[in-house]
């Protein structure tokens, strides 16, 4: 099997270094496209390997597969279409192609007697992707709860040992493990594509990307993992679906994790996505998510089923309708320029919804010009705590918008 990898970049040169390290039987590699070639042309590939900046000289070539590992929509997306129009299989690492094109692109492949595989393109080395296709084909899985943005669970795992939002972040981005502009991974972008390939294959529901809720992490404070470290949980962004008869509950962003959850194990970079079955129960998927060589293990992965001849499982999914609306208990920090019946208040408002408060958490020590404080209602819409919220967000007392958050059940 004659392999293009169009993309020299950290997953595209591991890829190359594990064919090359490793020599999978039936696997050549026998092209390289890259813009501006000659910079990124190395020595260790095999003699052979034809290095080029025409995509047009790939499609016209022998190779059977190739493998785009360039990211984003274009030229990625029409590279992936040419190719398997001609007949070629496609591997890719690509979340973003994937969630908002991969039904067309999967149902291209199959009219074209190809094959599209993207394992590499959620949780990076965990194979999360060929577990469900395969391993959890037989069960109906009806939640998917996962940890899916390295970058985000490095900064709340540091934040949770005391260090501050920003100054993580920074140490963040000079490891190389967030973006200049961090908002695809803080504000939930990131996660909401992978959750979205995940949904298709575990619920078999097509989400409308767009359409699934997110909130940035960025509203997380030091203060929230204190008081979430009193309830026995620390806070992790989270990308949650839940499958009912009428549609799909789904969203990505802070939310607080029970110590004792799995989903709170995670530190750094790690990923994590727990799936829960109707008939199997249970299933944690863990380890690294993302990295060169951790994500280039998929992509070899794929190409060595795709060279033994497997077939990828069919799982067909259809257009479903999505909502945000989880009936979870929920957390809401305030922080107030203290002053008599601002707790008669909040609970006037969300008695108004009929949402019950369940407790009430006040430490010492902090400035009452500054004072945060939370309380924790028991399970409700998030609609109707929106609502609730809405009524008294124009208050006077009010130093800081309050901060919602679900709290997930053990
Ligand atoms: N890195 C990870 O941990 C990880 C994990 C999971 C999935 N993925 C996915 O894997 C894919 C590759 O990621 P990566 O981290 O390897 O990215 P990367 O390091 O930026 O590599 C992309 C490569 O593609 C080349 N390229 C970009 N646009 C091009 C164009 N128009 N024509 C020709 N070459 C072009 C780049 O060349 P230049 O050198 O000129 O920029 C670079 O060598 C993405 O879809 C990403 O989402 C990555």
Redesign the pocket.
């Known amino acids: 099997m004659k392999v293009a990898i169009l993309?020299?970049?950290?997953?595209?040169s591991s890829v190359a270094r594990i064919l090359c390290d490793l020599k999978p039987a039936g696997i050549e590699l026998t092209q390289v496209?890259?813009?501006?070639v000659a910079r990124?042309r190395v020595d260790w590939t095999p003699p052979g390997t034809h290095w080029t900046e025409d995509f047009e000289q790939v499609l016209r070539s022998d190779a059977d597969v190739i493998v785009e590992?360039?990211?984003g929509l274009e030229?990625a997306g029409t590279w992936v279409r040419r190719a398997l129009e001609a007949g070629k299989s496609a591997v890719t690492?690509?979340?973003k192609l994937i969630a908002e094109h991969g039904v067309e692109l999967d149902r291209l492949a199959r009219a074209n007697g190809a094959h599209l595989l993207y394992g590499?393109?959620v949780a990076?080395g965990i194979p999360v992707i060929p577990g469900l296709r395969q391993g959890l084909a037989g069960d109906r899985i009806t939640r998917i709860e996962g940890i899916l943005n390295g970058t985000c669970n490095y900064i709340l795992s540091r934040m949770e040992a005391g260090a501050a939002f920003s100054e993580v972040l920074c140490d963040a981005q000079s490891l190389g493990y967030a973006e200049a502009n961090p908002s695809e991974d803080v504000d939930g972008y990131d996660a909401r594509a992978k959750l979205v390939i995940l949904s298709r294959i575990a619920l078999r529901a097509g989400l409308d990307v767009k359409s699934v809720f997110c909130r940035s992490i960025t509203q997380v404070d030091a203060v929230d993992l204190v008081y979430a470290r009193d309830l026995g949980c620390t806070i992790r962004q989270i990308a949650k679906a839940e499958l009912h008869p009428d549609g799909v509950s789904a969203m990505v962003g802070p939310m607080l994790v029970p110590l004792r959850s799995p989903l709170a194990w995670s530190r750094g970079t790690e990923n994590m996505v727990l799936v829960s079955g109707q008939y199997g129960g249970d299933v944690v998927f863990s380890g690294h998510g993302?990295?060169?060589h951790p994500?280039a293990v998929a992509v070899v992965s794929d190409l060595i089923s795709l060279a033994h001849g497997s077939r990828p499982v069919d799982l067909p999914s259809r257009a479903t309708p999505v909502s945000g609306e989880f009936e979870l208990r929920h957390y809401i920090r305030f922080i107030v320029k203290d002053a008599p019946g601002i707790v008669a208040e909040i609970a006037g408002a969300l008695a108004s919804e009929k949402i019950n408060i369940d407790a009430l958490f006040q430490r010492p020590g902090y400035d009452k010009a500054d004072l945060p404080f939370v309380v924790t209602v028991e399970p409700c819409a998030a609609s109707s705590l929106r609502r609730a919220l809405d009524r008294i967000g124009s208050a006077a007392w009010l130093a800081q918008p309050p901060l919602d958050m679900p709290m997930l059940g053990e």
């Not at 993309?7 to 595209?12: H, I, L, Q």
């Not at 496209?33 to 501006?36: A, E, I, K, Q, S």
């Open positions: 993309g020299f970049g950290t997953v595209g496209l890259n813009r501006g990124k590992l360039v990211g030229p690492g690509n979340k590499a393109a990076g993302a990295g060169g994500t």
